[in-house]
């Protein structure tokens, strides 16, 4: 089982995040970045929300940092691990914008995306962007068809896309919390990447289903890990997603500092040799 980083700064997700994010910037964003990808882990990831309700905020949080402007920045700063939106919200775009823009980050960062997709939940943001959020899930399955087949296409229905992604082959991973979610991704995708759902509940869903060759489950441990302070526990709970079927974990850990968290990440590198 590979790990994956979810990472600090860009998503402050309410009893999720450490103080010390709150005020965090740049230098600590490429500081860890940096240590991720220098001892190989998989991913780094990035949400997307333009705007939150301020009466959801208390829920939800408010701070979300834009995909692909955060994901080119990591991409200048790292060599090998994969830029990841988890999740990009199919319906605010036009597939094959996405293919154009993510495309552009793909060639700048010598093919390191990997789309993380979603079909949206927050009826506000809708209206705020104009999107139809009525039969979004429909829209979403050929809208991830399109973006597949328009994806490292130097040509799209008579249109010249330069730059493109370097190869035709794109990692897809749908996100979601429903059996449907789990249907798209494997009809159409290339890996899982649910949330909100406990382990014994993703085994379940996992199991109705027969998965494709090389198919990705990418599962969260839940909670920031302490591979420093309770190495035991990280293990376990490490060692849960594998036992429910992860190929990937994405991973947060708790720290004082952007210095601690990438000791951390030392730490939980560790325990990774051993899955």
Known sequence: MKLGLS??????HPGEFSPWEATAGPDEL????????????????????TG?????????????????????????VTRRIRLVTAVVVLPYHHPVALAKSYGTLDRLSGGRVV?????????????LLGAQFDGR???????IAT????????????????????????????????????RRAVEL????????LSPDVIAEFLAQRQLPANFDVILSPGVPLDPRGEPDTARDRLGRLRDVGATIANCSVAARDAEHF???LEALQKIGEDL
Request: net charge negative; with cysteine.
């Open 7 to 12: 990472t600090p700064v860009v998503m402050q």
């Open 137 to 143: 899930g429909a829209a979403a399955d050929r809208d």
């Open 115 to 127: 789309l993380g997709v979603g079909v949206g939940s927050l009826t506000e943001e809708f209206e």
């Open 52 to 76: 939150i309700p301020a009466a959801a905020a208390a829920v939800r949080g408010t701070v979300y940092w834009d995909p692909l402007a955060t994901l080119s920045f990591l991409a200048a």
């Open 147 to 182: 973006l597949r087949a328009a994806w490292g296409q130097p040509v799209v229905d008579g249109f010249a896309i330069e730059p493109h992604a370097i190869t035709t082959d794109l990692a897809v991973w749908v996100g979601g919390r429903t059996r449907r979610s789990l």
């Open 30 to 49: 490429a500081l860890i970045a940096e240590a991720a990808d220098r001892l190989g882990f998989h991913h780094l990831t990035c949400a997307e929300h």
């Open 189 to 196: 995708g290339t890996g899982w990447m649910p949330f909100g």
């Open 262 to 264: 990438c000791e951390q």
